[in-house]
């Protein structure tokens, strides 16, 4: 598997990893702990969660690159930061 950068914008700072494999829980760990509406974090989690990623790299390996945005907070009070995975 090929080096991966991603990066939480707002949230987590762009980083290079070995791989997708290591990349994926420092993600799910920075936004575990957020305030994300339910539904929201089952679809994150899907996306990168523990177990996860097979879309994403499938995502990686068909065009280098993934994103989604999280939206941080309330109904209507929130945030959105991209997450964004692309191969190096």
Avoid: K, Q
Avoid at 44 to 68: F, K, M, Q, Y
């Amino acid at each position: 598997m090929n080096p991966v950068h991603a990066e939480i914008t707002g949230i987590m700072l762009p980083a290079d990893f070995p791989t997708l494999d290591h990349a994926l829980p420092v993600l799910w760990e920075r936004i575990r702990g957020l305030p994300v509406r339910a539904a929201h974090r089952d679809f994150i989690r899907v996306c990168i969660g523990p177990g996860s990623g097979d879309g994403v790299a499938r995502c990686l390996a068909r065009s280098g690159r993934w994103s989604v945005t999280l939206y941080v907070g309330e109904l209507t009070r929130w945030t959105a930061h991209p997450i964004t995975i692309s191969t190096l």
